[in-house]
């Protein structure tokens, strides 16, 4: 089983700020890494997959870097609506894993 | 667009088996790029990976819960299916279906009580 950790658990931020969450896996996943948004009430919505590339509609503030073992989700400039849970998720095995969250909060 | 929504009891009671169905629309379910998957929420906790099925009816298994899952298909119903036996509290949760990374359904609750 790949173990994704993930950090910080909870991050608070003000508007229009920068935000820096951090995934980490046990071992090498090369680039088959995924972020999601999830606010409460709703399904996950998939906001980066292959690390990296932005999926459907997800505006440019949003961008994933990272391989291996080592992930960053980088919001730019925090908007109102991305106050949410963000998970990353491993597809490298035929058993998914999925990491614990951050939760990012208004300061 | 491909939309997936789930059905089912929302009440099971303890040491019985959890069965719920998913119905996927706008794109055949045997197509040969599909992943069909269970994954579910506790009430305030994160995502478990329950288990799926690609559209070759191969299946998977998350090995905690192996013993008791079973997932399937029925293709002629552009179904996929979820069986969770022995359940407990400890599966009460909101159970989503998913395809692939993007696609996913909204959710169902399902609480284990007596």
């Known amino acids: 089983e790949i173990v994704m950790t993930q950090s910080p658990a909870s991050l608070s931020v003000s508007p229009g700020e920068r935000a820096t969450l951090s995934c980490r896996a046990s071992q090498s996943i090369t680039n088959n890494l995924a972020w999601y948004q999830q606010k409460p009430g709703q399904a996950p919505r998939l906001l980066i997959y292959e690390a990296s590339t932005r999926a459907t509609g997800i505006p440019a503030r949003f961008s994933g870097s990272g391989s291996g073992t080592d992930f960053t989700l980088t919001i730019s400039s925090l908007q109102s609506e991305d106050f949410a849970v963000y998970y990353c998720r491993q597809y490298s095995t035929y058993f998914r894993t999925f990491g614990p969250g951050t939760r990012v909060d208004i300061k | 667009q491909v939309q997936l929504q789930e059905s089912g009891p929302g009440l099971v009671q303890p040491s019985e088996t959890l069965s719920l169905t998913c119905t996927v629309s706008?794109?055949?379910?045997?197509?040969?790029?599909?992943?069909w998957v269970w994954i579910r929420q506790p009430p305030g906790k994160g995502l478990e990976w329950i288990g799926g099925?690609?559209?070759?009816?191969?299946?998977y298994y998350n090995p905690s819960l192996q013993s008791r899952v079973t997932v399937s298909m029925d293709s002629s119903k552009s179904q996929f299916s979820l069986r969770l036996s022995s359940v407990t509290a400890a599966d009460t949760a909101i159970y989503f279906c998913?395809?692939?990374?993007?696609?996913w359904g909204q959710g169902i609750l399902v609480a284990v009580s007596s």
């Open positions: 099925v690609y559209y070759s009816g191969t299946t």
């Open positions: 998913a395809g692939n990374l993007a696609y």
């Open positions: 706008g794109d055949s379910i045997t197509r040969n790029v599909y992943y």
